[in-house]
Each structure stands twice: as C-alpha cells, then as structure tokens.
C-alpha cells in the first residue's frame, strides 16, 4: 500500500467538509481509479465525472498516470463559472496549455506537439500595438471541430485540442493553442501544422492589427 494526500476545492470541498485528506491505496493505481475511489466514498461527486482536471504534484496529469507514494493529488473542478473544459474553445480568457496537454495525453501517445501563437510586436515593418481578435463563435467552434477531423482522416493521431482567444491581446500574449497526441511524432507534427493552416484558410475569426502609429488595419 501506499499513502497520498488529496487536496479539495471549491464544490468538491463543500461535498466533502474537507480541504484535505489522507488516504492509502494500492500500488499501480491510477488518478482516475483513485477519483472513482473517492466518488464511492462522496456520492454526490458523481456528477462532475468527466467535468474535471487532474494535477500530481501540483502539475497537471492525464487519467492513467499511476500514483507514487507520498504524492498530492488534486482533483479540480470546472472553473470560468463552473463550465466543464472543452477541447475546442473561442474564449476571451487566457489560455492553459498545460490543460490540453493533460487533456490529450493518453498512455497510447509517445508524441504531443503544441503550437502556441503569440502576438509579436511589429508585422510588415510597422511596429504594433496590441491586436484585437474577434470571431463569429458558435461556428468558429464548429469548424474547429470539422478540422480535427479532417485531421484524424489524414493523420493515424490520437486526441485534440485548440483554443483561440478573442478580444484585445497585447504583445507577448497567446492568441492559440493547437495541441496533438499521436503514437510518434511525425503525425503530430504534421497534423498540428495543418490544424494552423486550416485555422488561417477557414475559421470565421478576424485580427484588427492596431499599430503603434495610432492607425489600425483588419489583417489575414
């Protein structure tokens, strides 16, 4: 047997009347057997199965990371107003990529590629001053859907995840995340190079470049 601490938040803490406890469990167990261990004991957290993210140590885990003696374990509830996590989102709030790394890492991938795109402070010789990004949302989200799969057809890869922020972002700030998980990495590399691409070409999402002259230009 082995011993670790599981830390409690918000509405899992309010179900539990603990912000921690201590508990022994068998060697090779996973965080998600060790969630579904604690559902039995706390009925009531039944509902946030598939609604939650995992942390180890406080980083973020996938489900079949097997637990080490003496670990802390967090199981974190959905956040930004109690939404449950979404692989593909249009979203004004800032961007997690630790989040959809756990989300699509499986014991089945060897390779997950991200590709962050970040705004930079000049495009075309003129110097820029922040970006501001807006999108039709609902049917942004669809066609990031459509896109995943369209990788998937083309690519033998595993899950996938893509944010993109909307609104004012300044220099240095991330405006997309495009993760991949496949068994080796070529296919991700290519399937997250596409996935940008595609992003460019079809996603009803605009840029108003805002340069630091005082002028301000909708760019591709």
Partial sequence: MITVQIRFFAGHRDIVGQTSQTRQIEHGTTIDQLWHAVVKTYPQLAHYTGRLLYAINQEFATPEQ??????EVAFIPPVSGGAPFSPFRISRERIDPAALVAYVQTAEDGAVVTFAGVVRNHSGGR????LNYEAYTDMATAVLVQLASEAHQRWPIGRVAIHHRIGRLNIGETAVVVVVAAPHREAAFAAVAYLMD???????IWKKEFWADGEAEWRA
């Fill in 127 to 130: 110097a820029t001053a922040y």
């Fill in 198 to 204: 595609r992003i460019k070409e079809v996603a009803p």
């Fill in 66 to 71: 097997v637990l080490c003696d003496g670990d």
